[in-house]
C-alpha cells in the first residue's frame, strides 16, 4: 500500500485527509493519507524513518520552511519561493524530494471564475508561503497588488494604515491568513469593511467554515464572496497528477 500525507501544524482539521481517503475509497486506489502534525520543521525527517512515503502535501505553516529539505524545485516553486506539493522518490533507501507548487494552478483556476474586468487591483491579506502563490498568479494576470500585514516591514501595510480609500480603489480581496479558520472562527482581518461594495470581490483561501466572518463582513457590503474549497480540490488533483508523473 502507498503513503501519502500532509506535514503542517496544527492540522486540527485536514481538507487533504479526507479528500484524499474519499479519493481512494471510490477509485480503488490501494493507498493511505497520514496526517504528519509536527511542532517544528526540524521533524520533518522523521517521517521518513519508518516508512516510504511517495508523495506530500505542504500547510501553513511549512509552505517556506520546507525548502532546506528539498532537493531539487519545479520551475513555479522556484519563482514563488514556496512549497505544498513534494514528491519523493527513492534512490538506495534514501529519499530524493522534488518540490512543486500546486497553490497557483489551484488559485488561478478558481479566481478566473469571479473575475470581473474592473478587478485590475488586488490587496493580498497576509504574505505568507500562500500569500506567494497569490502573487504570483496576479502578477501573471496583470493585476496590481499590495500585501498587508501584522508586521511592519513585511508588507506595503499593516492592518491599522487601511483606511476607506484603500478599500474603495481596490476591488479584489485576497485572505490567505488563517483569521477565521476553524476552530478560531470568529476571528477576521481587520479592515474598515463600510468602505466595501458590490464592486468587490472577496476571495477566501479557508475553507472551513463555509462562509467565514471576513466572507460575511463582505457579503454584507453586497460583495461577491467566495472560499478556497474549489481551489483546494484543483490543487489536490495536480498534486496527485505530480506523484503519479
Not at 480503488?28 to 525527517?45: C, D, K, R, T, V
Not at 488559485?107 to 487591483?121: G, I, M, V
Request: one cysteine or more.
Amino acid at each position: 500500500m502507498d503513503n501519502y500525507g500532509l506535514v503542517g501544524y496544527p492540522l486540527t482539521q485536514s481538507f487533504s485527509k479526507k479528500y484524499f481517503t474519499q479519493k481512494f475509497a471510490s477509485e480503488n486506489i490501494q493507498a493511505q493519507y497520514l496526517n504528519f502534525s509536527i511542532e517544528s520543521i526540524g521533524e520533518f525527517p522523521e517521517i521518513f524513518e519508518d516508512q516510504i512515503i511517495k508523495g506530500l502535501n505542504v500547510t501553513i505553516p511549512y509552505k517556506e520552511k520546507v525548502l532546506p529539505f528539498i532537493h531539487q524545485l519545479d520551475e513555479t516553486a522556484q519563482k514563488v519561493g514556496a512549497v505544498n506539493v513534494v514528491k519523493i522518490t527513492y534512490q538506495k533507501d534514501k529519499p530524493r524530494l522534488i518540490g512543486y507548487n500546486s497553490d497557483v494552478y489551484g488559485f488561478e483556476l478558481s479566481l478566473k471564475k469571479y473575475l470581473k474586468s474592473h478587478h485590475t487591483r488586488a490587496l493580498v491579506l497576509g504574505t505568507g508561503g500562500a500569500a506567494k502563490a497569490v502573487i504570483y498568479v496576479l502578477k501573471k494576470l496583470g493585476i496590481d497588488y499590495k500585501c498587508v500585514s501584522r508586521n511592519t516591514g513585511k508588507g506595503d501595510f499593516v492592518y491599522h494604515e487601511l483606511t476607506r480609500r484603500h478599500i474603495t480603489d481596490t476591488p479584489l480581496l485576497i485572505n490567505t491568513t488563517p483569521l477565521g479558520m476553524f476552530p478560531l472562527i470568529h476571528a477576521f482581518p481587520e479592515l474598515p469593511y463600510d468602505a466595501i461594495s458590490s464592486v468587490h470581490l472577496a476571495f477566501d483561501l479557508i475553507y472551513n467554515p463555509e462562509e467565514t466572518q471576513f466572507m460575511k463582513k463582505c457579503a454584507q457590503q453586497g460583495a461577491v464572496a467566495v472560499n478556497g474549497y474549489e481551489m483546494l480540490v484543483y490543487q489536490a488533483e495536480k498534486a496527485w497528477e505530480i506523484w503519479n508523473s
